[in-house]
Each structure stands twice: as structure tokens, then as C-alpha cells.
Nanobody
């Protein structure tokens, strides 16, 4: 069973950048598809992006529009979310998720079995 811990959240001005990191432990990291989701107050959790086990396949939500990049380092058991050109509407708690059963990628949060505790991202206007 894998444990996930996110870091890197904080307060940033609109147009700025942040890099979130998710550290995994307790499992074979390379066997998991990894996803990033976010949840704003009063809203449902939504898909941000995901990456396949090898890192060769990535998928992003439409609202990302080239602003965010997901990468993983299977040697270090980490997956990162690089966010640029941040907007106030990107304000949310960002969660890292993992699953071993997903084939390559999934945008459905219900398919992910393991979740981190989340990290707050606040973008000021």
C-alpha cells in the first residue's frame, strides 16, 4: 500500500508559478499510475492531469491549456506538477493520487485508490 505526501503549495500572485511535489512510500512506485486533482471550496474534486507508469503518457484537463506539466521520477518515487501562468481560479487544494489498476491514464477520481492529504494553492489577483 502506497502512502502519498504532497508539498510545495502556497500563496502566489496571478501569473506566477508553483511546483508541487508528491512523495510516495510503501509501494512499488513505478507500478502506479499517478494523478493530480484539485478541489476548490464548494466545488467537486476535479481532474488536473495524470501520468502513466513510465511517464511516457500524460493527460491534462482542458483548463490546463499548456500551463501545467506533470513529470515523475521513478528512481526518487516522486511525481511533480509544474504550474505556470497561474490564475485566481486555480486556487484549490491539490491532491496527488495513485492507482495500480488503471491501464495508462484516467481522469476519473473514483478509479484512484490512494490519496495524499492535499496541499493548498492560493492565487491572488
Amino acid at each position: 500500500q502506497v502512502q502519498l505526501v504532497e508539498s510545495g503549495g502556497g500563496l502566489v500572485q496571478a501569473g506566477g508559478s508553483l511546483r508541487l511535489s508528491c512523495a510516495a512510500s510503501g509501494g512499488t512506485f513505478s507500478s502506479y499510475v499517478m494523478g493530480w486533482f484539485r478541489q476548490a471550496p464548494g466545488k467537486e474534486r476535479e481532474f488536473v492531469g495524470c501520468i502513466s507508469r513510465s511517464g511516457a503518457i500524460t493527460s491534462y484537463a482542458d483548463f490546463v491549456k499548456g500551463r501545467f506539466t506533470i513529470s515523475r521520477d521513478n528512481a526518487k518515487n516522486t511525481v511533480d506538477l509544474q504550474m505556470k501562468s497561474l490564475k485566481p481560479e486555480d486556487t484549490a487544494v491539490y491532491y496527488c493520487a495513485a492507482d495500480r489498476s488503471i491501464s495508462y491514464a484516467s481522469r476519473d477520481y473514483s478509479e484512484y485508490d490512494y490519496w495524499g492529504q492535499g496541499t493548498q494553492v492560493t492565487v491572488s489577483s
